[in-house]
């Protein structure tokens, strides 16, 4: 990988913050975007803007060509059977609600459970709260190793003849930690429960094959990968995407509507009512284009070396409090001695050192590491280890600064 010349490709990243160039290190919490997605959604509006799937003018057909193709890239990069196992959403908060919402809701009953882990997001929490409480399924969550790993033990132990739905998340947003979901869903496929996966700190850094995975939904996002934001995936196998029903009604999912009753179409289109994010997946199709040119081996091979190196930095740093395991994805969370990370993070921002500060949507975890917050660098393909070096000097240049403060 020439990571200089990834680079350049990203518009925003040749730019100065605060008289410093800008070294941004939060592509956990969002990507950027490269040129060829910029103008792949330029392109539909601009040239073949028009509704898909109804029309029969030129247009309509080459918008509905754009967002279809989308959907089959998609495919293709996660490995699915089949197109029409592929939903688009507005991202993996949506996805996840509509597993939640259409197939959680029907099986659960009281006395079931539902198994979680600690390290979810909330995304991946909530959803299966509420949906607890509409059924009376329980909650049940796999314990956590100190290093922030889960054991395969652990979840033979948790997931019994009572559970029924497993959610996990493949990459923690915190962490770092990559879990066997292989593993675990055939532990889960063991008990007769079904596996939902939250994708969204995995698909734009790993190959991911959901078939050789087993798992019976995966949920991510595309503005993680450089697509746009509003566009995120549902991927479920089709025996269970037929036995759910929708949970928005309207238009584009319907099959023949009368004044008392109406009929859907077949999946994926009845879970994507009302006019489609047309433009969101051409550019999440252009997205996919982009990292299969790079080479989702060279992605991730580029990222695991970072985060090493920049574990080994970070540690060079006296006060520098580091979570998570040992081998983790792109990402290193932190806390320096008796600072908190928003000002940490003002302090690197004001050397064009762009972190995220916060609970980081995983207030569970935080209670679970006994922070209030942490900061977070994380990397991604136009990342660099001088961009590493960076967050190093000024994490060394905030700890100097606010030593005096405090002195």
């Not at 009281?110 to 997001?121: A, R």
Request: charged share 25%; with cysteine.
């Amino acid at each position: 990988m020439d990571v200089k010349e990834i680079k350049e490709q990203f518009p925003i990243l040749q730019q100065e913050v605060n008289g410093s160039p800008l070294v941004y290190l939060d592509s956990a919490a969002t990507s950027q975007k490269p040129n060829k997605v910029i103008e792949a959604v330029e392109d539909y509006y601009r040239r073949y803007n028009s509704n898909v799937h109804r029309g029969v003018h030129t247009l309509g057909s080459l918008a509905t060509d754009g967002y279809e193709g989308a959907r089959e890239k998609v495919r293709s990069f996660i490995h699915a059977p089949r197109a029409r196992e592929i939903i688009f959403t507005r991202g993996t908060t949506t996805a996840i609600n509509t597993v939640a919402y259409s197939y959680g809701r029907s099986v659960l009953q009281e006395g079931d459970e539902i198994v979680l882990t600690p390290m979810e997001h909330h995304s991946n929490i909530i959803p299966w709260q509420q949906a607890a409480k509409a059924t009376g399924a329980s909650l049940k969550y796999m314990p956590m190793h100190e290093d922030g790993t889960l054991s395969l033990e652990d979840a033979r132990r948790t997931i019994t003849s009572k559970t029924k739905i497993v959610a996990v998340t493949h990459v923690s947003n915190v962490l770092g930690t990559i879990n066997p979901i292989k593993e675990i869903t055939q532990i889960a496929h063991e008990h007769d429960a079904v596996t939902v996966v939250d994708g969204a700190q995995s698909v734009p850094h790993m190959r991911v094959d959901v078939q050789d995975l087993d798992c019976d939904f995966f949920a991510f996002s595309g503005h993680k990968m450089g697509g746009p934001t509003g566009i995120g995936v549902l991927y479920g196998k089709k025996r269970l995407l037929e036995k759910m029903e929708p949970v928005e009604f309207g238009g584009e999912m319907i099959d023949f509507v009368d004044l008392y009753d109406s009929t859907w179409k077949d999946i994926p289109w009845k879970f994507e009512g009302g006019t489609p994010i047309i433009a969101g997946a051409i550019g999440l199709g252009a997205a996919i284009d982009f990292l299969e040119d790079i080479g989702m081996e060279n992605v991730e091979a580029h990222e695991a070396e970072l985060a090493q190196y920049a574990m080994k930095r970070l540690k060079e740093i006296d006060g520098i409090h580091i979570y998570g395991p040992e081998t983790r994805a792109a990402l290193v969370t932190f806390n320096v001695d008796e600072l908190h990370p928003h000002d940490a993070a003002t302090a690197l921002d004001i050397e064009g050192i762009a972190v995220r500060a916060g609970h980081h949507c995983a207030q569970p975890l935080m209670k679970w590491l006994n922070v209030v917050a942490t900061a977070r660098a994380s990397f991604y393909i136009y990342n660099s280890k001088e961009d590493v070096d960076a967050l190093t000097e000024g994490l060394i240049k905030t700890k100097e600064y606010f030593g005096d403060v405090f002195a």
